[in-house]
């Protein structure tokens, strides 16, 4: 069982920028694709970005596109999501997941999950 453990979320003023970390139990850096989601209150689950297990590609939505940036460290088993030119459309809590294979951009083919950071953005 593949534990995920985000942190780095917090409040921040518009403009401003945030790194998400999400660190795993074991080394799913090159074997799994992590990706990161987020859900605000009365919304669904939504995808931000993705990397790939081999060739480290990268996917993202097209509201964080050239803002957001996910990367990870093979070495600390940890996946980051670097956000700058935060909005407070970006409020939410922030979800890392990992899954073996499937669509990068469907939350139910993610095998496991962490417990969610609160990110803030003010106005």
């Known amino acids: 069982q593949v534990q995920l453990v985000e942190s780095g979320g917090g409040l921040v003023q518009a403009g401003g920028s945030l790194r998400l970390s999400c660190a795993a139990s074991?080394?799913?850096?090159?074997?799994?694709?992590t990706g990161w989601f987020r859900q605000s209150p009365g919304r669904e689950r939504e995808f931000v970005a993705a990397?790939?297990?081999?060739?480290?590609?990268?996917y993202y939505a097209d509201s964080v596109k050239d803002r957001f940036a996910i990367s990870r460290d093979n070495d600390k088993n940890t996946v980051y999501l670097l956000m700058n030119s935060l909005k407070p459309e970006d409020t939410a809590v922030y979800y890392c997941?990992?899954?073996?294979?499937?669509?990068?951009?469907?939350?139910?083919?993610?095998?496991?999950w962490g417990q969610g950071t609160q990110v803030t953005v003010s106005s």
């Open positions: 997941a990992a899954m073996k294979s499937g669509n990068v951009y469907y939350s139910q083919d993610y095998d496991y």
């Open positions: 074991e080394r799913i850096t090159n074997s799994y694709h």
């Open positions: 990397l790939t297990a081999i060739g480290a590609r990268t």
